[in-house]
């Protein structure tokens, strides 16, 4: 079964870290770009953070650069953001996808996890 799975939400004071995972399985993980997308309530899903299959070339939106950062294990078929300085306004579901594109846009992702949820308190 081709899937993503998301794990490490959950609650934190602001100013605090959480590390989210999102693992792969029944694909070809080392050929995909990932991106790890978010949803806050009301909002529209925005993408915060990608990486390249391969070379490991990273992109942040403006609002987490500094303070998130993506990385991947391919071996492992693993991808992971690590999240510090969380703020209030970083609450949101947090999913991971699969894409053969370089892209923001969740249009251009072919493989999605159910997502996790991180809140953070003020």
């Known amino acids: 079964e081709v899937q993503l799975v998301e794990s490490g939400g959950g609650l934190v004071q602001t100013g605090g870290s959480l590390r989210l995972s999102c693992t792969a399985s029944g694909f070809a993980f080392g050929d995909f770009a990932i991106g790890w997308f978010r949803q806050a309530p009301g909002k529209e899903r925005e993408g915060i953070s990608l990486?390249?299959?391969?070379?490991?070339?990273?992109y942040y939106e403006s609002s987490v650069e500094g303070r998130f950062t993506i990385s991947r294990d391919n071996a492992k078929k693993s991808a992971y953001l690590q999240m510090t300085g969380l703020k209030p306004e970083d609450t949101a579901i947090y999913s991971c996808?699969?894409?053969?594109?370089?892209?923001?846009?969740?249009?251009?992702?072919?493989?999605w996890g159910r997502g996790t949820q991180v809140t953070v308190s003020s």
């Open positions: 990486i390249s299959s391969r070379d490991g070339t990273t």
């Open positions: 996808a699969a894409g053969k594109l370089w892209s923001v846009y969740p249009r251009d992702y072919d493989i």
